[in-house]
Nanobody, 117 residues
Framework: QVQLVESGGGLVQPGGSLKLSCAAS????????MGWYRQAPEKQRELVAT???????RYADSVKGRFTISRDNAKNTVYLQMNSLKPEDTAVYYC???????????WGQGTQVTVSS
């Protein structure tokens, strides 16, 4: 079983940047496909970006060109660099890990991102 801890959220003005981190403990990080999801108030949780064990990335259309997902297997950490933030990016951001072998899925506790002037 893997435990995920997100950090890096906060309040930022429109047009600003934030970098989220998700540190994984326990398990072999390299066998997990990683992802970031977000959930705004009264909305369903949605995919933001994913990165596979082979480092293939995928992004929601709403964040393409603004957000970048990356991973550092040596540090058991996945990152989400968010640039040109918009008020509609305001949400709780969750880290997700899916074991590439048994497909078990794990979630972090979430970190709040608020984009407001």
């Amino acid at each position: 079983q893997v435990q995920l801890v997100e950090s890096g959220g906060g309040l930022v003005q429109p047009g600003g940047s934030l970098k989220l981190s998700c540190a994984a403990s326990r398990g072999i990080f390299g066998i997990y496909n990683m992802g970031w999801y977000r959930q705004a108030p009264e909305k369903q949780r949605e995919l933001v970006a994913t990165i596979t064990t082979g480092r293939t990335t995928r992004y929601a259309d709403s964040v393409k060109g603004r957000f970048t997902i990356s991973r550092d297997n040596a540090k058991n950490t996945v990152y989400l660099q968010m640039n040109s933030l918009k008020p509609e990016d305001t949400a709780v951001y969750y880290c997700n890990a899916v074991n590439d072998y048994n497909k078990y899925s794990y979630w972090g506790q979430g970190t709040q991102v608020t984009v407001s002037s």
